[in-house]
């Protein structure tokens, strides 16, 4: 499975069904710059358990402000639409790979 780029008008679709990682990032952010190799890694090695989907918080300002997203890289973890975890700021591949079996 690949990474998956939402729109507002898209997200809730994204991440309706399953165990999602939200990505809201921008690509003035450096932290985002950081964790988005981290991200590709998860995706190659536990696509079938979650899907990672990333959000442009510059043109997607709406969806941004619905989660109350203040800082960025914030990364929600929704089960079936829900959101059940979130982390604020760079995390090591190790922390992100707990957070989602702590809900898988």
């Given amino acids: 499975m690949t990474i998956a780029h939402a729109s507002d008008s ?10 999602v990682l ?10 985002c710059k950081m964790i988005a190799p ?4 998860i995706d ?9 989907v990333k ?9 941004a402000g619905n989660y109350g997203v203040m800082s960025i890289p914030t990364l929600l973890l929704f089960k079936d639409g829900e ?5 604020v700021g760079y995390q090591p591949k190790e922390a992100l790979v ?4 702590k809900h898988a």
């Fill in 38 to 41: 981290v991200l590709e890694e």
């Fill in 10 to 19: 898209t997200f809730n679709t994204e991440t309706s069904e399953g165990l």
């Fill in 22 to 31: 939200a990505d809201f990032w921008a690509d003035w952010c450096g932290p």
């Fill in 83 to 87: 959101v059940v975890d979130q982390v």
């Fill in 98 to 101: 707990e957070l989602i079996n």
């Fill in 55 to 63: 959000l442009d918080v510059d043109n997607n300002q709406e969806t």
């Fill in 44 to 52: 190659s090695e536990m696509s079938d358990q979650v899907k990672i």
